[in-house]
């Protein structure tokens, strides 16, 4: 059996306090091979270089969430890139532009988002993406940031079909976690189907997003096998066969050195 390779999850996240270190060290038996805990506040680079540095499987990824966007300044994109450049760290973000939270700094979004493109293609690695109904913004930045010069994966991936292939276009990967096993996610459920495998990476984002039979609980990548189920289902494929294929993708996307199949 294959493990499973979670691309994006916040383990330092308060949610995790009770029981962190259990619960990471729970991983490994159930099937969880590496974990990528991604940045989400300004005080997260911190606490995700810790993590990396605690637990071989534990990687990172650098940058500076769309909803922490205001009042940002260069200062703090120089401590992205210092992380950026820790030999654990695999990705530039979450990085992106948030609508549904924050609608009256949209040009402070798209301002930062640009610049962590750049600092991405600047240290030669690919971007992980956060875009919640934003999707043409989203989309434009991308274009005029040059972000297919980065590469990387549209995280928690959540528009149509049509969205889904234009993002494919620009050669990124689409983020797909527990959002996927909820009864009303038939637009989603869809667009699963129709991605071909070799362009899907697993996720949980924990501690939110809990896949049935957890959902509305706190999440964490045990929970992963659910999602895989129900790719698994929807693409007529064996669950290893998702495993599999995603966590080549993974490889694939996230090469550095540190990383061991
Ligand atoms: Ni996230």
Known sequence: MSLIFETHAHYDDDAFDEDRDSLLLSMKDAGIGEIINVCASPESLKTTKALMEKYDFVYGAAGIHPSDARGLNDDFIEEVRALSRHKKCLAVGEIGLDYYWDKDNKDEQKKWFGRQIELAKEEKLPVIIHSR?????????????????????????????????????????????????????????????????????????????????????????????????????????????????????????????????
């Open 133 to 261: 109904d934003a999707a043409a913004d989203t989309l434009s930045c991308m274009k005029d940031f040059g972000a297919k010069d980065a590469g990387g994966v549209v995280h928690c991936f959540s528009y149509e079909k049509e969205m889904a292939r234009e993002f494919m276009n620009l050669g990124f990967y689409l983020g797909i976690g527990g959002v996927v096993t909820f009864k009303n996610s038939r637009k989603l459920k869809e667009t699963a189907a129709y991605m071909p495998l070799d362009r899907i990476l697993l996720e949980t984002d924990s501690p939110y997003l809990a896949p049935v039979p957890y959902r509305g609980k706190r999440n964490c990548s045990l929970y992963l096998p659910y999602v895989v189920k129900e790719i698994a289902a929807l693409k007529g494929v064996s669950e290893e066969e998702v495993i599999e294929t995603t966590r080549a993708n993974a490889l694939r996307l996230f090469v550095k050195s540190g990383i061991k199949e």
